[in-house]
């Protein structure tokens, strides 16, 4: 079975279908970033210990990124959201590589983010909220001629339809970068099986391993490119010219 026919089981609720690798993939990664909060929060001081310390930089590094591309006014609303979506995308990034769980032929945990459903999501409230803070800053009135009015009302059109092209890449590249990550891995680590060639497994576990640590970096990377890009379409939206 290659990676891309992967099996799947879902459920059905309230007339959905959901994915149950997704559901819990997603859950975990979720609660993941909640004991990582919660555990570098413990006991906070004015002298900050090592722990605090992880946790501020943290911040500071997610703060930087927003007030890079917004004013203040705008930017500290931003802030929680752009800390929070930072670290869960940076650890569904990173599960697969840790940890993959299978029963039978489906995976049951792995990457969230190597799912195009979990990034359509993201990148669809990347794209609502920066559309949202333009509205409710600038009103209805003034976000339209900004966003798709400007610099010039013929190009209405193109403005519309960039719309919905920054949805999709947004979508895509990080979906791409992931899968194809664990795409590969997957094909390192059956290159040394040993009912293939023995003499395989030596340098197939090499390959794993360096390019589990280029993964790791792709993965953050990922995780910047997109609260960065949260912070540069929620300044086109929400800034007049």
Known sequence: MSFLDEKSTTFQML??????????????????????????????????????????????????????????????????????????????NEMGLAIQVAFGDVTYVKSPTANPIVTMGLALLVIGLANFVGVNKLGFKGYFKTTFLSPMPALLPINIFEQFTNYLTLALRLYGNIMAGEMLLMLITNFGNPSHLGLTIVPAFILSMIWQAFSLFIGGIQAFIFVTLLSIYTSEHAIAE
């Open 15 to 92: 007339g959905l279908t959901f994915d149950w690798p997704v559901v819990i993939s997603t859950v975990i990664a979720a609660l993941l970033v909640f004991f990582l909060v919660f555990f570098l929060s413990r006991r906070l001081t004015m002298k900050p210990g090592k722990k605090q310390n992880v946790l501020e930089w943290m911040i500071d590094f997610t703060n930087g990124i927003v007030d890079s591309s917004l004013p203040r006014s705008i930017g500290n609303e931003l802030k929680l959201i752009a800390f929070t979506l930072f670290l869960f995308i940076l650890i569904s």
